[in-house]
């Protein structure tokens, strides 16, 4: 790790200009901590030993932060780490969700009349059958009868109109 941001440094910065930066063994250091240049792979590498080990345990934005801040600093580096731990495969799938119920569930009204609501939705991005890459379907709330009428990837709201009105 320290090899390559090394290399990334020694190319990066020729001068150093300013009491905060300073220049030692190849490695370009930031108010005392080393300075990872703009690098994915470099930034997620160090990331990535401070979130994924078994030592560190995957913990939250703010721990990694501080973990990741003990000795590397880069530009935006609180965005970069806040974007890698929400999107952490094992903490999204492992960690329980923090958040207080959403509240009590009513339950939706009973509806006396046949296709007084109904629901409409597409399945799209078939593989071509007669022409048709798409289905339409239409659900009648009460009764649950279906209609599955062929049709295009690229219906319009008057051509889905069209259809209901023919086929329903």
Same mark, same amino acid.
């Given at each position: ?12 910065? *020729? ?50 932060? *501080?973990?990741? $801040? ?7 580096? $609180?965005? /970069? ?10 903490c999204l799938r492992t ?48 009764? *649950?009868?279906? /209609? ?21």
């Open positions: 790790m320290a090899k390559a941001a090394r290399e990334l440094c020694q190319a990066s910065s *020729k001068t150093v200009r300013s009491a905060e930066w300073s220049e030692d063994e190849g490695l370009l250091w930031f108010r005392g901590k080393i300075y990872v240049p703009w690098n994915p792979d470099l930034q997620r590498r160090v990331v990535s030993l401070c979130h994924n080990t078994k030592v560190a345990g995957h913990p939250g934005r703010w721990k990694t932060l *501080k973990l990741v $801040s003990r000795n590397y600093w880069w530009p935006q580096m $609180s965005r /970069y780490i806040g974007q890698y731990v929400s999107t952490c495969d094992l960690k329980p969700i923090r958040q207080a119920p959403v509240g009590e569930l009513h339950p939706l009204q009973i509806l006396d009349l046949r296709w007084d609501m109904l629901s409409v939705d597409f399945v799209v991005e078939l593989p071509l059958s007669s022409g048709h890459d798409a289905v339409m379907t239409v659900v009648d709330s009460v009764s *649950k009868r279906a /209609y599955f009428i062929p049709t295009h990837t690229t219906v319009t709201a008057k051509g889905a109109a069209r259809l209901f009105l023919h086929q329903v």
